[in-house]
C-alpha cells in the first residue's frame, strides 16, 4: 500500500495516519470543540468510525485524490491533528483542510503545517492554486490562512448546515505565483 511521504518542520512530522492512530483521532478529532469547527466531523465520534474514515483516506490517496497527513509531534511522536489535501488533478489545484486537537490549540502548531502541505503542494505536487474555507465563527482558522499566506476570496453566506445552524463558509486561496510572497 502506498503511502504519503513523511513532511519534515520544525517541530513536527506530518506522515501517513496508521490503524494505531484510531484511538487518538477518536479522542481529538471527537471532542465536541474540534467537531463543532469543521464542516465533515461528526458528533458523538463512534468506536470504528476513526479506521473506517482512514480506510477512505487509504482509497483517496490510491485513486490520487488526495493526501493524509496525521500531524504529530517530533519530540515524542504525539498525534495532535491531521491535515488533508483534496486534489483536483485535471485543474492542477488542492482544497486543504485542517483539526488540531483541543490540548493543542494556540500553540502555532496548525500553522506550521499548513506551510508544509502548501510548500510540498506547490513544489512538488507543482499545483497552480491552493484554497481552503472554514466557518465565519472560527476565525482563528482565517487567522492560520493569512498567517501562510493565503487571501480572502469570498464568504458564503448560510452555505453549510451544522447541527441545525447555517454556516458562514470563508474562502481563501493562494497561488503558485503568490507562493513565498509573505
Known sequence: MRTAPPLLTERLILRSFTL????????????????????????????GMAEEWMHACSGKFEKDEALN???TLKIDKNLIGGIELRLDSENENGELGYWIGKPYWGCGYATEATKAVVAYSFEVLKLNRIHAKHFKRNPASGRV?????????????????????????????MLKSEFGEK
Open 69 to 71: 497527513f496525521a500531524i
Open 145 to 173: 490562512l493569512e498567517k501562510i499566506g493565503m487571501r480572502y476570496e469570498i464568504c458564503h453566506r448560510q452555505h453549510i448546515r451544522k447541527w441545525d445552524n447555517f454556516e458562514d463558509l470563508i474562502g481563501y486561496g
Open 20 to 47: 494505531q492512530d484510531a484511538a487518538d483521532v477518536q479522542c481529538l478529532a471527537g471532542d465536541r470543540d474540534v467537531a463543532s469547527t469543521l464542516t465533515n466531523m461528526p458528533h458523538p465520534y463512534e468506536d
